[in-house]
């Protein structure tokens, strides 16, 4: 197959948008010479047609909202469900995922960044480029967007190909073994230390049609994920220390930039397109979209309507904290199973649409026969009592309709590089040193977030003056689920920690919500989905079997 130029769709980094996946794997394709020709143009000074090359490879860049299918990669862990009984999502926690039936499949998508970013540094170079250091910035952009799908690649699969530079042609073996995991690894990292010194600095993003560019902040926040991910339970059995501590120095060189912090609201993160803590994000033109997907079902007017795709749990619900800091199970919280939802952290408002809530100007109804969860007349409808609510701008609450707004999705923030540097610094050295090293990273967290400090009270959920090694882990791990939900890193979190074979085998849990005759409600849990998890063989994806019967030498994941 070729590319034909006409393929080759030119937009910013401000507004990347994707386009159709080609059926055959990326590293059969070959580009013909004329369209190199013209892409990269010995004559263009000004290199138009490269540019757009290169802004299209961020199109490949993970999207996050509702990409499979109709549903969040969480409606896949222990946080959420599919509002849809029939969503292949629940094949992760059904049994049903397997190399004919995969999901997630992202191995084309991957590898077609990998190999657009080869071509474009195969023939960058005879471009006349007239600004001086554009084109090794250009050439380090290819390299990160590169080095990010194969850690895609890497913590579905484990060990994968690697290409290095070459740019295989139909006339090339293509029978290529999987490298090791420690190989990939070792390849991504070497990237991100190479790319650290050359890559664009963040503070030069001045120009808004370079704001969401791949930068030195983001290679050096790749390395810090791989390496948390490297020396996680998963990847460590062994529980090898020294790969926590290059997982807590990865973070703080990140923190040591000083160029990244904390946003003031935790609202501010997802719906402004600038800010002091998004690393990368997934640029997307302004729009109402992720509104009209995942509000209340109940909202049906033109511009105004809802689809309502996600169901968080009541084990998410639970695991926010009351607004005071203990743990809803603390019996000096203050929590009341008859009106559970108030008083709880603030960022419970900001992810969760709950019974009672408002949402354009209304109260949302989730009690049974509600506006928003009516029962049989409606297919797709909340099954656990709650919708997803983060991301969806607040100003929505009181207006009537909606209007475009910014939803650019999340791929690296500062928040995750303080709670890996609180983890890694925790696993790497039981001591009191490295535990108020963590300790300070979940401070600063629910401090943004609003959660009270009281003199003799303190920091509550485990965070007390002194801790051990084991309660400051599950402090951490609480921490991140509510900070970090639905941002595509419960999901791996779960797997990482090797804890998925215990939250997701058992019951997935709702709140089903009574609308007494003297307008209270009553509340009682209920089950919502029975799921199970494969130990044995779930913790790594299984290879597309189109994949494997297309290269004898792709060996499949071990179970699959």
């Excluded at 554009?134 to 290819?142: D, F, G, P, R, T």
């Excluded at 920091?459 to 084991?470: C, R, S, V």
């Excluded at 309660?471 to 890193?489: G, L, S």
Aim: glycine share 6%; charged share 20%; net charge neutral.
């Amino acid at each position: 197959m070729k590319i034909k130029i006409k393929e080759i769709v030119g937009v910013l980094a401000i507004t990347i948008i994707g386009f159709s996946a080609c059926k055959k794997p990326l590293y059969e394709t070959e580009p013909t010479s004329q369209d190199i020709t013209y892409v990269f143009d010995k004559t263009d000074s000004l290199g138009i047609q490269a540019k757009t090359f290169l802004a299209d490879i961020y199109s490949y860049l993970p999207n996050g909202y509702n990409r499979i299918g109709n549903d969040v990669l969480d409606a896949a862990s222990d946080d959420a469900i599919s509002s849809s009984p029939a969503s292949t999502i629940e094949y992760f926690v059904n049994g049903r995922i397997s190399a004919v039936a995969t999901v997630d499949n992202s191995w084309d998508n991957n590898y077609r960044t990998i190999r657009k970013a080869n071509i474009f540094l195969a023939n960058i170079d005879v471009v006349p480029l007239n600004q001086k250091g554009l084109k090794v910035y250009w050439k380090s952009e290819a390299r990160i967007l590169r080095a990010i799908a194969y850690f895609e690649l890497i913590k579905r699969f484990g060990g994968v190909p690697l290409l290095g530079d070459r740019v295989l042609g139909l006339d090339d073996n293509i029978q290529l073994p999987r490298n090791t995991y420690a190989e990939c690894l070792k390849y991504v990292v070497d990237e991100c230390d190479a790319l650290k010194a050359i890559a664009r600095p963040d503070n030069t993003l001045a120009a808004d049609e370079d704001y969401g560019r791949v930068t030195q902040g983001v290679a050096l926040a790749l390395k810090a994920r791989i390496l948390l991910y490297d020396a996680s339970p998963l990847n460590n059995p062994t529980n090898d220390l020294t790969k926590w501590a290059s997982a807590a120095q990865a973070a703080k060189d990140v923190m040591n930039l000083n160029i990244f912090s904390l946003t003031t609201a935790y609202t501010s993160v997802f719906n402004t397109r600038k800010n002091s803590e998004v690393i990368l994000a997934y640029q997307r033109a302004v729009t109402f979209d992720l509104e009209t997907r995942n509000a209340p079902v109940g909202y049906t007017a033109t511009n105004a309507s809802g689809a309502g795709y996600t169901s968080p749990t009541q084990e998410l619900v639970d695991a926010f904290d009351m607004s005071n800091g203990r743990a809803i199970s603390d019996p000096a919280s203050g929590y009341n199973a008859a009106d559970p939802y108030t008083g709880r952290d603030p960022r419970f408002y900001r992810t969760i649409f709950h019974n009672n809530a408002k949402w354009l100007n209304r109260i949302i109804q989730t009690y049974d026969g509600g506006l928003d969860r009516p029962g049989s007349a409606v297919n797709v409808q909340t099954r656990t009592g709650y919708y997803m609510r983060k991301f969806l701008n607040e100003t929505f609450e009181s207006a009537s309709v909606y209007s475009n707004q910014t939803h650019n999705f999340p791929i690296f923030r500062y928040a995750e590089i303080l709670l890996n540097y609180a983890e890694a610094m925790n696993e790497a050295a039981d001591n009191a040193v490295n535990r108020t090293e963590a300790f300070n990273q979940l401070k600063a967290l629910r401090l943004r977030a609003g959660i009270a400090i009281g003199s003799t009270v303190g920091y509550q959920h485990g965070l007390k003056a002194t801790m051990t090694q084991a309660e400051m882990r599950e402090a951490i791990r609480h921490e991140r689920r509510v900070e970090m939900a639905f941002e595509e890193q419960r999901f791996w979190d779960i797997r990482r920690w090797k804890i998925a074979g215990t939250v997701l085998n058992g019951t997935l849990h709702g709140m089903q919500i009574i609308k007494n005759a003297n307008g209270s409600f009553s509340y009682t849990q209920t089950n919502a989905l029975n799921v199970s998890f494969d130990a044995s063989k779930m913790y790594r994806y299984p290879i597309a079997a189109s994949e494997v019967n297309k290269n004898r030498n792709l060996t499949q994941n071990p179970g699959w």
